[in-house]
């Protein structure tokens, strides 16, 4: 029997995590991947609640992106204007324009959603 309750307290995520880990490898369609499914979605829900992750903002995402990418600010320069636009950029003097974020998105494929602050 499958015994469930709301996370309300840290020790009630904790005791859920725990269980979920010992339920790993549980099969789908038996009782206790039912189970594994239920405790799955509450700490998840859990976890959106109290543990929010903000989208970053725009000049964060492109240095992140730069990093991963391995290129520089002078690599940048097609898509946002010349040395000192993309200075303005990144020193969040000035912000993009919908033409630099279309740009970064299909040359760069940027995420919108990071671009538009």
Not at 3 to 14: A, F, L
Not at 49 to 75: T, W
Not at 96 to 117: D, M, V
Request: hydrophobic letters at 40%; a negative charge.
């Amino acid at each position: 029997m499958i015994n469930i309750h709301p996370i309300k307290t840290e020790d009630d995520y904790k005791n859920a995590l725990l269980r979920i880990d010992s339920l790993m490898d549980a099969e789908p369609d038996t009782e206790e991947g039912a189970e594994l499914d239920v405790l799955a979605t509450l700490v998840e829900v859990n976890e959106a609640k109290n543990f929010p992750i903000d989208v970053p903002d725009p000049v964060a995402a492109i240095l992140f992106r730069m990093e991963q990418m391995g290129i520089s600010r002078k690599d940048l320069e097609p898509f946002l204007g010349g040395r000192s636009r993309v200075s303005e950029v990144l020193n969040r003097t000035r912000g993009l324009s919908i033409t630099q974020i279309r740009k970064l998105h299909a040359r760069l494929n940027f995420p919108y959603e990071n671009l538009i602050a």
